[in-house]
């Protein structure tokens, strides 16, 4: 995966100056993978200690000299112009402005693929509004951001989940920073790898997810925050089985309390008394 994903970096029609593979720890693959390579301008930067994405992210940040940062993560590839690209539509900002700009992206699955996001935010939209109400779509690999905003705007580190969201929402809602989509397949996300299929956003770990979005709670409408835990929280919940079951239900009552009102009664009738109710025919039919 990272040999092809540097391949399309190296690829790119506009000639990328510095590039740096860092490893969240150690990769003695990796640093094979790089010195297969015999190019100056493919360098690799070990953290070590393992400390999450966000620290492998701004580790990168702080080695890079560019105007311009662009990232990829392993696992996924460039278009060989999409760094030419971003950079034709952000050619009105200065290094100095907060700006960035992100693409389209095609994501693959075996032998099917989509492209997402339909179209980009409109202006009175937050980006909140625009991933969760309607239908946007961001991954880190379709990131360019500007010098500026990322001396302003770091990855959060040792934060597990949501990483992409959490530097989005904090590049709006605290930095106020413009953002430049090119409604174009430049970037392909990959979802078929072992790898990625066993990441922390796949599995059961909705409390991450509860926890990082009452951080920004006070940004965002009682629909943004409903749609976000029907995708993200909700099902995870009802699926822990190392919680207790009347815990649970307090739970789900704390969160719903945050819905509008029609969603609330419909989750209520969708997740909480189908959940009372296989509890209940379970705790009959033990007692039989």
């Known amino acids: 995966m990272l040999r092809d994903a540097l391949n399309s970096v190296l690829r790119q029609s506009y000639s990328v100056n510095e590039v740096f593979v860092v490893v969240d720890g150690r990769s003695e693959i990796a640093r094979k993978i790089v010195a297969d390579f ?5 360098k690799i930067i070990e953290s070590i200690e393992k400390k999450g994405g966000g620290s492998a992210r701004n580790l ?17 590839l460039w ?25 389209q992206v095609k994501s693959e699955e075996n032998d099917r693929y989509d492209l997402l996001p339909e179209s980009g935010p409109k202006k ?27 001396a302003k705007n770091m990855f959060t ?11 989005l929402f904090k590049a709006d809602f605290y930095c106020h920073a413009k953002s430049v989509y ?13 790898g990625r299929s066993m990441s922390v956003s796949q599995r059961n770990t909705w409390h991450y997810s509860h926890e990082w979005m009452l951080g920004y709670r006070k940004y965002l409408s009682r629909e943004v925050i409903a749609s976000f835990d029907r995708g993200n929280v909700i099902n995870g919940l009802l699926d822990d089985h190392s ?19 029609q969603e609330r009664k419909s989750e209520w009738k969708e997740h909480i008394f189908p959940f009372i109710i296989a509890q209940l025919k379970g705790r009959f039919h033990d007692e039989k």
């Open 243 to 261: 919680m207790n079951k009347l815990k649970k239900i307090w739970i789900l009552r704390r969160i719903l309390s945050d819905f509008p009102d």
């Open 38 to 42: 015999h190019n100056d301008r493919i």
């Open 60 to 76: 990168g940040i702080r080695a890079s000299q560019a105007d311009f940062v662009a990232f990829l993560d392993d696992d996924d």
């Open 157 to 167: 580190e040792k934060l597990p989940k949501h990483q992409d969201w959490d530097w």
């Open 124 to 150: 009175d939209w937050s980006f909140a509004e625009y991933i969760f109400l309607h239908k946007g779509y961001m991954t880190t690999s379709t990131i360019m951001s500007s010098r500026g905003l990322l």
């Open 182 to 194: 090119v409604g174009e397949p430049l970037t392909i996300y990959r979802t078929q790898y072992v």
């Open 79 to 103: 278009n060989e112009n999409k760094i030419e690209k971003q950079l034709a539509a952000l050619k009105n900002y200065s290094p100095n402005d907060l700006v960035f700009s992100f693409t």
